[in-house]
């Protein structure tokens, strides 16, 4: 028997911290664009609303948004209401490669670029901590920077893992759904309907309830009863057409 684990695929990327920056703007101050050399965190503190580009693709800039980004992206801010704050982390992935190790400039994990992290007071609290500890010097200062750094991707690689497991849920109950519709005439359980999703029952009921804004059983009910009508409505309409003459006279 094969016990040996999965290894995760960032095992062979290093991330090294390179510089942190607390950048703040006022409304009467022009924002110039940035153009990132490595790859930059950009993680928005003080902000209400704003509308940004990131290589032409418009965003919305909120507290609590967290910006991923490869080397080369360039960023303008293209409206703003009030004077607003972030942090800026530039950082540097070397990638482990079974010769030599070289500098790794693609994106990290998916195409997106924007995170909304909640809760976002640890997240900040970390970011916080580590421009604090920029202007301490010696070994162990460093270390703690870098420590700091890795779990601050590593809150951001989590959420993003538990955004992508919430998608494929969603698309389980979808197809779960599907099901439904085609085999309303069979019996159906909640419990059965969450085992072929692979979710408990109590998170299937709410993201059924999520996509189909009933929960399982009403949904299924609903569903007989127009099949029922329809059924009606094809093996008895002259019928009752008839009747319904009938009795009007």
């Not at 800039?61 to 942090?87: H, R």
Request: net charge negative.
């Amino acid at each position: 028997m094969d016990n040996q684990k999965r290894i995760s695929p960032f095992s062979s990327f290093l991330f090294h911290l390179t510089r942190i920056d607390y950048v703040t703007y006022s409304t009467h101050l022009k924002f110039q664009s940035i153009v990132t050399l490595q790859h930059t965190m950009i993680i928005f503190i003080n902000i209400e609303n704003g509308t940004l580009t990131i290589d032409d693709k418009s965003c919305f800039a909120t507290n609590g948004k967290v910006l991923l980004l490869t080397p080369g992206s360039v960023i303008e801010l293209t409206d703003v209401d009030k004077q607003f704050s972030f942090y800026q982390l530039t950082f540097t992935v070397i990638q482990l490669g079974q010769q030599e190790p070289f500098r790794y400039n693609d994106k990290l994990f998916s195409n997106q670029l924007e995170y909304t992290i909640r809760p976002f007071s640890p997240f900040k609290h970390i970011a916080k901590e580590l421009y604090n500890l920029q202007s301490d010097e010696g070994n162990q200062s460093y270390f703690k920077q870098q420590s700091l750094f890795n779990e601050l991707l590593s809150m951001l690689f989590e959420h993003q893992l538990q955004t992508e497991q919430l998608i494929d849920t969603t698309k389980t109950v979808e197809q779960t759904i599907q099901y439904v519709q085609q085999h309303y005439d069979q019996q159906l359980t909640v419990k059965q309907l969450a085992s072929m999703a692979q979710v408990a029952q109590w998170h299937y009921r709410e993201i059924f309830q999520t996509i189909t804004g009933q929960n399982p059983l009403d949904y299924l009910t609903e569903l007989r009863i127009k099949h029922a009508k329809e059924l009606l409505q094809q093996e008895y309409g002259p019928f009752i057409k008839i009747l319904f003459h009938m009795f009007k006279m």
